[in-house]
């Protein structure tokens, strides 16, 4: 087990440098730089400012050295200073961004769940049922509406109609003169819409992944001789059945990891949210090298790390695959 | 949101509005104004009218006003900015020597309370104000002011905005509150620079980096406001300056959203969250028109300060003959561009010079829509229609080319749709490329790799367009791009440059307006409407040229209906 576990984490070495290395020549073979985003069309940028700019954002350098330069600083754990012109550390920019999207994240992921597992047993165990069609037609009436345009109109009603929610942000302009309890009730009600919404426009795939897994594992034999016992439905679902349906659930889980710490850009522009897909996104538009190498390398190693925990998760889950 | 002062205006003037910062660029910024800028006026008529809501109320203090901005600033230095929110952010905190009065036609005191220019043109000596302090207490002098201009001109700072203090020859302190700057040649355009420069505190930043240190981020200014507090990414707030030398403002508090979607800002102002924005033409006519609307809402609207053109590559063949560029002008209907992309919110333009201004030549003749014309024209040039499938040719050649345009300004694709639509009525093959904005500078402008482009430019308030109609400005990063080479225009620019006296370089000004009308290197289109909206519950606001923002300060809201309770 353990030299199974260093085996795959020395494989992440070499699959990181790989990862950084095109994100890096990638970015670089975008058109334009930092500096033209700051000198373009601007007739008071002398040739001589805008080479003063590519100097001190050091761009006059070869790309390998570049990137060996921003290698040499990962290495001693420095994700460098954004070009952005308030110059903060990438790291001060992330830590501002992750918190918010990964908050929202794990509450929109547990909805999913808390709705989407049950609605998957429901549906599988009493397939073709009018429940079971009307929560299909539901989660796909969800899943196939543009979630920007769901978010628009529950703005328009909700927020601007009915005056019930907050429409955009994530706190009241008088947050700070709340008491504690209308603090956290402020910050509840802006929560409602990003969440809600998001839940709803998700809630598809993983309640059809879950219906599907259950439909199969009640096909098989042992289900069968569960209830040839004499068992009551309810323990053949849920203490036989369940078990093993959520199996291939937990992989999904594993690999949503990485997708944590990824914001919606979509649902962070409409809500104005400050999370990690608008830094991202507002991030390549500048060309602000910096930030988009320190988000890509994170994701990456998210994205590593997620896959080696479902594996786990799957030795853990399947006494099966303990053996090997 | 301030009237003409700060780098914003000046600077960034001439600059099309997406270089300022590609935020402001995928949001289509040809929707010009926003509310984020000051933009000057012409048509004082706005829609509701305030006179009638100005007449009872009482001048109060207190009160908070919210706008929303598309995207936040990242510097409160306005020499290392380069995004319009950071410069706007800026511009409550720092003022300039002098700025643009209301009507636009005339610079007045600031910072400096008098100033001569020496017969010859070469020296400018300023006279600053003596009651004039920074917020920590410290005395603002002649030495802050020298010492923002040797730091704007130190290759160390990262900054873009050198260029005009570098004609400086030199810079002589006369006492506390007197200096004077020499020039080597006479510069007409250097007086209004001295409006851009915004001081900066020598007694805090002397000996620091200035593109590192903390006073981007924390910093202590003399304007209209104070800075109060920063969450990236969602909301910018500032207090009025109680002791600001021009009057305290009367609305308390000043907060920018940032909200970077549109639909959602106007959202927020319907429900309440914002207090002023900028309206797209379609907003403005079909969307806010409502009884409550106008309850709640005062609409204002006055010509913006950017045009947009369609310019030809010069150095193609095909639009070398001036013949065909006039043909195309005239098969062109500027009117029903204005009336389709802009909902005829904006005018028909001749020239490159803000309608309504003095430096507008009012006697140029606009070309006007004649297809019959643009016809006769282009048979002349020796295009006709010899193979008989509807589009004209020239040996052996059918006359077809490419419009470009940048990606993410619906209004320049629209208005290059209609143009395509036109051309195709006399007989020209057009297709129309949207390209996203870097490739578009980088792989096609900067390479004159384009036939014609469909662009804008904002305009500023000195006549000066050296940069770009100059002979000598047509290389690698310079905005000739489409090549103009005129003899004559170039004498023009150089003596625009070097003339003081107003009544002379309108003159020469006048003429330049004459020959670019009479060459067409660009046809000029349109200039939309500024359409800001602001709650009603905001009263002082007085329309000029200037726009609504000139008198910030003197905003208010009476004590009854005042809607936040922050008070001074």
């Given at each position: 087990?353990?030299?199974y576990?260093a085996?795959?984490?020395?494989g992440?070495?070499?699959?990181?440098?790989?990862?950084?290395?095109v994100?890096?020549?990638?970015?670089?073979?975008a058109?334009?730089?930092?500096?033209?985003?700051?000198?373009d069309?601007n007739?008071?940028?002398?040739?001589?400012?805008?080479?003063?700019l590519?100097?001190?954002y050091?761009?006059?350098q070869?790309l390998?050295?570049?990137y060996?330069?921003?290698?040499?600083?990962?290495?001693?754990?420095?994700l460098g200073?954004?070009?952005?012109r308030?110059?903060?550390?990438v790291?001060?920019k992330?830590?501002?961004?992750?918190p918010?999207?990964?908050?929202?994240n794990?509450?929109?992921l547990?909805?999913?769940?808390g709705?989407?597992?049950?609605i998957g047993i429901?549906?599988?165990s009493?397939?073709?049922?009018?429940?079971?069609?009307a929560?299909?037609?539901?989660?796909?009436?969800?899943?196939a509406m543009?979630?920007f345009w769901?978010?628009l109109?529950?703005m328009?009603?909700?927020?601007?109609?009915?005056?019930?929610?907050?429409?955009?942000?994530?706190r009241?302009?008088?947050y700070d003169s709340m008491s504690?309890?209308?603090q956290a009730w402020?910050r509840?009600?802006?929560l409602?819409?990003?969440?809600?919404?998001?839940?709803?426009t998700?809630?598809?795939?993983?309640?059809?992944?879950?219906r599907s897994?259950m439909?199969e594992?009640?096909r098989?034999?042992?289900?069968?001789?569960?209830r040839?016992?004499?068992?009551?439905?309810?323990?053949?679902?849920y203490?036989h059945?369940?078990?093993?349906?959520?199996?291939p659930?937990?992989t999904?889980l594993?690999?949503?990891?990485?997708?944590?710490?990824?914001?919606?850009?979509?649902?962070?522009?409409?809500f104005?949210?400050?999370?990690m897909?608008?830094?991202?996104?507002t991030?390549?538009?500048?060309?602000d090298?910096?930030?988009?190498?320190?988000?890509t390398?994170?994701?990456?190693v998210?994205?590593?790390?997620?896959?080696l925990?479902?594996?786990?998760?799957y030795?853990?889950?399947?006494p099966?695959?303990r053996k090997? | 949101?301030?009237s003409?002062?700060g780098?914003a205006?000046?600077?960034?003037?001439?600059?099309?509005?997406?270089?300022?910062?590609?935020l402001?660029?995928l949001?289509?910024?040809?929707?010009a104004?926003?509310?984020?800028?000051?933009?000057p006026?012409q048509?004082?008529?706005?829609?509701?009218?305030?006179?009638?809501?100005?007449?009872?109320a009482?001048p109060a203090?207190?009160?908070?006003?919210?706008?929303g901005?598309i995207?936040?600033g990242?510097?409160?230095?306005?020499?290392?900015?380069?995004?319009s929110s950071?410069h706007?952010?800026?511009?409550?905190l720092f003022d300039?020597l002098?700025?643009y009065?209301?009507?636009?036609s005339?610079?007045?005191?600031r910072l400096?309370?008098s100033?001569?220019?020496?017969?010859?043109g070469l020296k400018?000596?300023?006279?600053?104000?003596r009651d004039?302090?920074?917020?920590d207490?410290?005395?603002?002098?002649?030495?802050d002011?020298?010492?923002?201009f040797?730091?704007?001109?130190?290759?160390?700072t990262?900054?873009?905005?050198?260029?005009?203090y570098k004609?400086v020859?030199?810079?002589?302190?006369?006492?506390?509150h007197?200096?004077s700057?020499t020039?080597e040649?006479?510069?007409a355009?250097?007086l209004a620079?001295?409006?851009?420069?915004m001081?900066?505190?020598?007694?805090l930043?002397?000996?620091k980096?200035?593109?590192?240190?903390?006073f981007?981020?924390?910093?202590v200014?003399l304007?209209s406001?104070?800075?109060e507090?920063?969450?990236?990414?969602t909301?910018?707030?500032?207090?009025?300056?109680p002791?600001?030398?021009?009057?305290?403002?009367?609305v308390?508090?000043?907060v920018?959203?940032v909200i970077p979607?549109?639909?959602?800002?106007?959202l927020?102002?319907?429900?309440?969250?914002?207090?002023m924005?900028g309206l797209?033409?379609?907003q403005?006519?079909?969307?806010?028109?409502?009884?409550?609307?106008?309850?709640d809402?005062?609409k204002?609207?006055?010509?913006?300060?950017?045009y947009?053109?369609?310019?030809y590559?010069?150095?193609?063949?095909?639009?070398?003959?001036?013949?065909v560029?006039?043909?195309f002008?005239?098969?062109?209907?500027?009117?029903?561009i204005v009336?389709?992309?802009?909902?005829?919110?904006?005018q028909?333009?001749?020239?490159p010079?803000?309608?309504?201004?003095a430096?507008l030549?009012?006697n140029?003749?606009?070309?006007?829509f004649d297809?019959?014309k643009?016809r006769?024209l282009?048979a002349?040039?020796?295009?006709?229609?010899?193979d008989?499938?509807g589009i004209?040719?020239?040996?052996?050649?059918?006359?077809?080319?490419?419009?470009?345009t940048?990606?993410?300004?619906?209004?320049?694709?629209?208005?290059?749709t209609?143009?395509?639509k036109r051309?195709r009525?006399i007989g020209?093959?057009?297709?129309?490329?949207v390209v996203e904005?870097?490739?578009?500078?980088?792989?096609?402008?900067?390479k004159?790799?384009?036939?014609?482009i469909?662009?804008?430019w904002s305009l500023s308030?000195?006549p000066d367009?050296y940069d770009?109609w100059h002979?000598?400005?047509?290389?690698?990063k310079q905005f000739n791009?489409?090549?103009f080479k005129?003899?004559?225009v170039?004498e023009?620019?150089?003596?625009?440059?070097?003339?003081?006296?107003?009544a002379?370089r309108?003159r020469i000004?006048?003429?330049?307006?004459?020959i670019?009308?009479d060459?067409?290197?660009?046809?000029f289109l349109?200039?939309?409407?500024?359409l800001?909206i602001?709650?009603?519950r905001?009263h002082g606001?007085e329309?000029?040229p200037?726009g609504?923002?000139w008198?910030f300060?003197?905003w208010?809201?009476?004590?009854?209906?005042?809607k936040y309770?922050?008070?001074?």
């Amino acid at each position: 087990m353990l030299s199974y576990l260093a085996k795959r984490l020395a494989g992440f070495v070499p699959l990181l440098l790989g990862i950084s290395f095109v994100s890096f020549l990638v970015m670089a073979m975008a058109p334009g730089t930092p500096v033209d985003l700051m000198t373009d069309l601007n007739p008071k940028a002398s040739p001589e400012a805008r080479e003063r700019l590519e100097k001190y954002y050091g761009l006059d350098q070869p790309l390998y050295v570049q990137y060996g330069l921003w290698l040499g600083r990962i290495v001693r754990g420095d994700l460098g200073t954004s070009f952005s012109r308030d110059r903060r550390p990438v790291l001060d920019k992330i830590a501002e961004a992750l918190p918010i999207t990964l908050f929202l994240n794990v509450l929109d992921l547990t909805l999913i769940l808390g709705l989407a597992i049950p609605i998957g047993i429901y549906s599988a165990s009493h397939q073709y049922s009018f429940a079971d069609r009307a929560t299909t037609v539901f989660v796909f009436v969800g899943f196939a509406m543009p979630s920007f345009w769901v978010a628009l109109l529950a703005m328009m009603l909700l927020g601007e109609q009915l005056g019930w929610l907050p429409i955009s942000g994530l706190r009241s302009l008088d947050y700070d003169s709340m008491s504690l309890l209308g603090q956290a009730w402020d910050r509840v009600r802006h929560l409602i819409l990003p969440v809600g919404i998001a839940a709803l426009t998700g809630l598809a795939g993983l309640s059809r992944y879950m219906r599907s897994s259950m439909l199969e594992v009640l096909r098989q034999d042992y289900i069968q001789t569960a209830r040839a016992k004499g068992l009551s439905e309810r323990a053949v679902v849920y203490r036989h059945a369940l078990r093993n349906a959520l199996l291939p659930v937990v992989t999904i889980l594993g690999l949503s990891i990485p997708g944590l710490i990824g914001g919606s850009v979509i649902a962070e522009t409409i809500f104005a949210i400050p999370g990690m897909g608008r830094l991202f996104y507002t991030s390549v538009l500048m060309r602000d090298y910096p930030v988009v190498m320190g988000i890509t390398l994170i994701g990456a190693v998210l994205t590593l790390f997620g896959n080696l925990l479902a594996d786990l998760m799957y030795v853990a889950v399947d006494p099966r695959l303990r053996k090997r | 949101m301030r009237s003409g002062s700060g780098l914003a205006a000046v600077a960034l003037a001439l600059a099309t509005c997406a270089a300022a910062s590609s935020l402001v660029l995928l949001n289509g910024c040809g929707d010009a104004g926003r509310g984020r800028q000051a933009e000057p006026a012409q048509r004082a008529a706005s829609e509701s009218s305030p006179k009638a809501h100005e007449a009872e109320a009482t001048p109060a203090y207190g009160d908070a006003i919210v706008f929303g901005t598309i995207g936040d600033g990242s510097t409160l230095i306005p020499m290392l900015a380069s995004d319009s929110s950071s410069h706007e952010y800026a511009g409550y905190l720092f003022d300039g020597l002098l700025e643009y009065d209301k009507t636009l036609s005339h610079l007045e005191p600031r910072l400096a309370q008098s100033w001569e220019v020496s017969p010859d043109g070469l020296k400018i000596t300023f006279h600053l104000r003596r009651d004039v302090h920074w917020t920590d207490g410290q005395p603002f002098t002649a030495r802050d002011v020298q010492f923002a201009f040797d730091t704007i001109r130190d290759p160390k700072t990262m900054t873009a905005y050198a260029e005009d203090y570098k004609q400086v020859q030199s810079f002589e302190l006369l006492g506390d509150h007197d200096f004077s700057v020499t020039y080597e040649k006479p510069f007409a355009p250097a007086l209004a620079s001295w409006n851009s420069l915004m001081v900066l505190p020598r007694h805090l930043l002397e000996g620091k980096d200035i593109n590192e240190t903390d006073f981007s981020q924390h910093p202590v200014g003399l304007g209209s406001h104070v800075f109060e507090s920063w969450e990236r990414n969602t909301r910018f707030t500032l207090r009025a300056n109680p002791d600001y030398y021009r009057g305290r403002a009367h609305v308390e508090q000043v907060v920018y959203r940032v909200i970077p979607d549109e639909s959602t800002q106007f959202l927020e102002l319907k429900s309440g969250g914002l207090d002023m924005m900028g309206l797209t033409p379609l907003q403005f006519r079909r969307q806010t028109s409502s009884a409550a609307f106008d309850r709640d809402f005062r609409k204002y609207r006055y010509v913006s300060n950017s045009y947009t053109y369609m310019g030809y590559n010069l150095d193609n063949p095909l639009f070398q003959d001036v013949r065909v560029r006039r043909a195309f002008t005239y098969a062109i209907n500027k009117q029903e561009i204005v009336d389709v992309v802009l909902f005829g919110l904006g005018q028909a333009t001749e020239g490159p010079y803000r309608p309504g201004t003095a430096w507008l030549n009012k006697n140029l003749k606009p070309y006007g829509f004649d297809p019959a014309k643009a016809r006769a024209l282009l048979a002349e040039a020796g295009w006709r229609d010899s193979d008989g499938d509807g589009i004209l040719d020239k040996d052996g050649k059918p006359f077809s080319f490419k419009i470009l345009t940048n990606q993410g300004n619906d209004q320049r694709l629209k208005t290059a749709t209609v143009i395509q639509k036109r051309l195709r009525d006399i007989g020209i093959d057009v297709a129309v490329r949207v390209v996203e904005w870097s490739a578009f500078i980088n792989d096609f402008i900067d390479k004159r790799r384009f036939d014609v482009i469909v662009l804008g430019w904002s305009l500023s308030l000195d006549p000066d367009q050296y940069d770009i109609w100059h002979s000598s400005k047509t290389g690698y990063k310079q905005f000739n791009f489409v090549g103009f080479k005129n003899a004559e225009v170039d004498e023009l620019l150089e003596k625009g440059r070097r003339t003081f006296d107003e009544a002379e370089r309108r003159r020469i000004y006048d003429r330049l307006q004459e020959i670019l009308v009479d060459e067409q290197p660009y046809t000029f289109l349109y200039v939309p409407d500024s359409l800001p909206i602001v709650a009603s519950r905001f009263h002082g606001i007085e329309e000029a040229p200037a726009g609504i923002s000139w008198n910030f300060p003197q905003w208010y809201v009476p004590k009854a209906s005042q809607k936040y309770s922050i008070t001074p």
